[in-house]
């Protein structure tokens, strides 16, 4: 059973609008949020985070929005880059669970047409 | 700041052969993951050290995969024997602390075809 879901496989977007991508998960024990953005032949990057004390994160053109009470959790690119065109992962962990153990969602493929 | 290193970064075995995966993480960081991607999936952790010691291996099958950090700094994960199943690509990641809100950063990742 997932318990981190990204429903959307892809999403394309036109430059300088807005991307959002969007992440459920089931587990309620989960308490901090990352993104992570994947290139082709290269390991996942670190891209914004997210405690589960707050219900937004900004951080230059990305801001990560929490909702608790719907276990949802979205990433909004504005305005986007071609260079954006990326796999991002949503994914959680338990604080003082596995020890920063993350779960990972599938990934949504983003691509930015300029 | 060197990232984390990790070779080689192709394979390709037959079925029943043995692999070995190797990565260097960045300088200080005590916690090592290996993680398993298979393909159109997200990473799934196989075994998370803290220094030498495993903290989580839960999801490791031990039948056929080890994984061991001498010194607590570098780290190997073998397969032996493989199956055709484990094609995928094998990513580690370190990072400075366990247990608390840490960023995690990922080598490139080995891709590893089992045929």
């Known amino acids: 059973d997932q318990q981190v879901k990204q429903n959307s496989p892809s999403l394309s977007v036109q430059e300088g609008r807005i991307s959002i991508l969007n992440c459920d998960y089931t587990?309620?024990?989960?308490?901090?949020f990352l993104w992570y953005k994947k290139y082709p032949a290269e390991g996942p990057t670190f891209l914004i985070s997210?405690?589960?004390?707050?219900d937004k994160n900004e951080d230059g053109r990305f801001t990560v929005f929490l909702n608790k009470s719907a276990k949802h959790l979205s990433l909004h690119i504005v305005p986007s880059q071609p260079g954006d065109s990326a796999v991002y992962f949503c994914a959680a962990s338990v604080y003082g669970g596995s020890q920063g153990n993350l779960i990972f969602g599938k990934g949504t493929k983003l691509s930015v047409k300029p | 700041e060197a990232g984390v290193a990790q070779s080689p970064r192709y394979k390709i075995i037959e079925k029943r052969q043995s692999v070995a995966f190797w990565c260097n993480p960045i300088?200080?960081?005590?916690?090592l993951y290996w993680y398993q991607q298979i393909l159109g999936q997200g990473p799934k952790l196989l075994i998370q050290?803290?220094?030498?010691?495993?903290?989580?291996d839960s999801q490791l099958p031990k039948d056929r995969f080890s994984a061991e950090r001498l010194k607590g700094v570098d780290s190997t994960l073998k397969i032996q024997p493989a199956k055709l199943e484990d094609s995928a690509v094998y990513l580690c990641a370190s990072s400075s602390t366990s247990g608390i809100y840490n960023e995690q950063f990922f080598g490139p990742g080995t891709r590893l075809t089992v045929l």
């Open positions: 300088s200080g960081h005590a916690t």
């Open positions: 587990n309620s024990m989960f308490d901090y």
């Open positions: 997210i405690s589960s004390i707050k």
């Open positions: 050290f803290q220094n030498n010691g495993v903290v989580d």
